[in-house]
């Protein structure tokens, strides 16, 4: 070990374990946010909604609380550290639990709108999770670190869908307002774990300590084709989530086979998140994105097939293992594209982009559903796709091993 390393150890080393698992357990937690808002958020949106092309604006809305608060989030982080962002994040999720719980009651849309956006600005607080957990190891680390904290979503994907299915119904005149309830008492668990979270405090410098500047470092080849990858990936996996739990309903399916097909797409969004990170040392990150785009490719063609209970089912798995391979790997290449001081603002940026573009696919969803069925959701699926490829390959990432910046 050199001298240089030896002297940056102590910074990261110390709390390493403690940090990651500390990080994968909030994950599994709050993970579970996520999860019930899309089980529930466009059902209730469907009774709710003054339009029924309205109804799954309150994921919409989701979405764009966590592109609105991406940016924020990192800003909070880099004045005051990442434990910070990490309580502001889930007093937002103790929020949406508690606001949604009332629009239900009083049935006001506008008002659960207004509860998916703190839960959206709670998952965008919760996506930071996995380059806090790369912060914490050494670079020949890191991927693993990303994907042992994404493991956690797998017990999200089991937390979320079974929290829905077994309170939906104890308050029988106010659907899922139990759930909701229960959710915002889970931000509070989480909240409790996140305190015991011991990171690197963030460090006052002047503009060489700052690092480059974003413009700069947005122009690099890797980094344009990892925030492709990252938002095509994310952007149809949001597209067909959203729609699906709905089109089940819409096809006569019921609730409980939409909880749990969501389960199973959770749990494969997060399970391969076990070996992601040894996959990517050996592979290559962006060879694991491509995997992740035909498999993402291939959960389309599966919907176009049919849409009986098992053809659901495996679109929706086939679409949270794409998700997985895209979006783990287009994270790993997130991190080799800046220097440690420029990690919160790029982290940020990378995250701003995603979820800024994923609106478009959530806002999309209800329109595409209502007005044209579910497969012309699978069909408008698949162009974007081919993007992603091209941008990898025009951009050389395939090619050329990844520089320190």
Known sequence: MTKEA???SPAVLPNERGNVARLAIAQALAG????????????????????????????????VGMAACTLPAGAVAQRHGRRAAFLLGT?????????????????????????????????????TFRFAAAD?????????????????????????PQLVTHTMDLWPPFLFVPTYLAQ??????????????????????????????????ARQPRFISAVTAGVISYLIMNLVMTSAPLAMRLCGLSQDDANLGLQWH??????????TGRVIARFGAPRVVSVGLLLTACAAVVGLTGITVGHFWLTLIFLGLGWNFGFVGASAMVVECHRPEERTKVQSLNDFLVFGLMVVGSFASGGLLNSYGWEMVCWVSL???????????????????????
């Open 6 to 8: 030896q002297a940056a």
């Open 32 to 63: 579970a946010n996520a999860t019930i808002v899309y089980a529930t958020g466009a059902v209730v949106g469907n009774t709710l909604a003054p339009d029924k092309a309205l109804a799954t604006l309150p994921i919409t809305i989701f979405v």
């Open 91 to 127: 007093g937002c999720g103790v929020l949406v639990g508690l606001l949604a719980a009332l629009a239900v009651t009083l049935g006001s849309f506008w008002l659960f709108c207004l509860a998916t956006f703190f839960g959206g600005a709670y998952a965008a607080v919760v996506l």
């Open 136 to 160: 914490c190891v050494p670079a020949t680390r890191r991927a693993r670190a990303i994907s042992a904290v994404m493991a956690g979503g797998v017990f999200a994907g089991v937390i979320g």
């Open 184 to 217: 915002a008492a889970v931000a509070v668990l989480c909240a409790l774990v996140l305190a015991g979270v011991r990171l690197p405090k963030p460090k006052a410098g002047d503009s060489a300590e700052r690092g480059r500047p974003l413009a700069e470092i």
């Open 266 to 275: 959770v749990i494969a969004m997060y399970g391969p998140s076990f070996i």
């Open 383 to 405: 162009p974007p796709l081919l993007i992603a490829v091209a941008t990898l390959w025009a951009t050389g990432s395939f090619r050329t091993r990844p520089v320190t910046p």
